[in-house]
């Protein structure tokens, strides 16, 4: 019985990969780094792919249906496998794996709870002073209004996720629409 559990497969786990990649390719839409700006670094990306993962948990996190919280973990769990698996391919050894990996999951849980009461209260400004802080490290952009627009971006995108059916999310499909280049 105790065996069985181990060795059983975890809820929703392909669709998980599915979706988390998913939000890692509308992470990676190449308009946030050129209308935008973002930073094309290691943490800028990484804090993109916080904001769109944050968006799509804290929707499957809502949902009425049961199951949203098992989706929601697994795309949770394919996440930071795929961290984990990116800095070993990095180079990071074994001992400071986990290290590095808890930071980035304290990095994200704070940053998607600050969205997520941004997003809560309505509060385009909110959201727009933690990208700030996050994504830009506080510092000026071109153009200035980058954080504003990217929280008007969140925004759109919540709705956008919030109206995909659930039994779409289930089969490990969403939609993140691209941003337009202008």
């Known amino acids: 019985m105790v ?4 060795f059983r497969r975890k809820p929703f786990l392909r669709e998980g990969y ?14 946030l780094y050129t209308v935008l700006a973002a930073p094309d670094t290691l943490e800028g ?3 993109l792919i916080c904001l769109h993962v944050g968006l799509l948990i804290r929707r499957l996190r809502l949902d009425a249906d049961p199951a949203g919280k098992d989706l929601a973990q697994a795309v949770f769990d394919a996440m930071f ?11 990071v050894g074994d001992m400071g794996i986990g290290k590095r990996v808890k930071r980035m999951w304290e ?9 997520e009461e941004a997003l809560e209260a309505g509060d385009e400004a909110a959201l727009a002073d933690a990208l700030l802080r996050n994504l830009w490290g506080g510092h000026e952009m071109d153009p200035p209004d980058a954080p504003a627009r990217l929280a008007a971006r969140a925004f759109a995108l919540s709705a956008v996720l919030a109206g995909q059916g659930m039994a779409a999310l289930k089969a490990g499909q969403v939609d993140f629409p691209v941003m337009e280049q202008a």
């Open 3 to 6: 065996l069985a559990r181990l």
């Open 18 to 31: 599915e979706l988390y990649t998913a939000a890692v390719t509308a992470a990676r839409d190449p308009a």
């Open 45 to 47: 990306r990484f804090d």
């Open 81 to 91: 496998n795929d961290m984990d698996l990116n800095l070993r391919e990095m180079g």
């Open 107 to 115: 990095a994200f849980h704070g940053r998607a709870k600050a969205y």
